[in-house]
């Protein structure tokens, strides 16, 4: 029994296109704003649930390990922008480029559109871990306050909106 294949019933309508190529990034959104808030709360836990000593926030800031941290992290945020676009419009411009439908070939549907948001989601969600790293480090829930906030602003910012989806029906049909 356990090797035995399950078949579609052919009576059951399978779901719609549009529905099929819209789910995945709205399931990822919606994951990547969990794991944000989930961010928070983990720094709170491992800090002890206090903001920590706020005159010891100067010398933590002074060391490399978080200026590297901060950097790290702004950068990642700043590449959100930049390297997903680059990579929607080279993918847009190649002359083969034929998208297909969910379940009509064995690559991924729709998979040049999907990719580039999923790097910047990811990238917004290394900004934070930089800034969790960061308090696990020092025990300073404040530390990972600036960092957390800049990657769930711009998770926020992603959410898929109408003209997302229309590309993306427009590009499989």
Do not use: W
């Not at 083969?96 to 070939?105: E, F, I, M």
């Not at 690559?107 to 934070?128: A, G, Y």
């Not at 306050?145 to 590309?167: C, I, Q, Y």
């Amino acid at each position: 029994m356990l090797g035995c294949m399950v078949t579609p019933n052919p009576k059951q309508p399978s779901p719609a296109p549009d529905a099929r190529a819209t789910l995945l990034p709205k399931l990822l959104f919606g994951y990547m704003v969990v794991f944000q808030i989930g961010f928070l709360g983990l720094g709170l836990y491992q800090s002890g649930g206090v903001l920590g000593d706020l005159s010891h926030l100067n010398q933590v800031l002074g060391q490399p390990i978080a200026q590297g941290c901060y950097l790290i992290g702004v950068l990642a945020f700043a590449a959100a922008f930049v390297v997903p676009k680059a990579m929607l419009k080279r993918a847009l411009q190649a002359p083969t480029t034929k998208l297909k439908l969910p379940g009509s070939g064995n690559n991924h549907p729709l998979s040049l559109l999907i990719t580039p948001f999923i790097l910047r989601l990811c990238l917004f969600e290394f900004c934070s871990i930089m800034g969790l790293a960061l308090t696990i480090r020092e025990h300073n829930f404040a530390l990972m306050l600036p960092l957390v906030g800049l990657g769930l602003l711009g998770t926020l910012s992603s959410a898929p909106t109408p003209s997302f989806f229309d590309r993306l029906r427009s590009s499989a049909s």
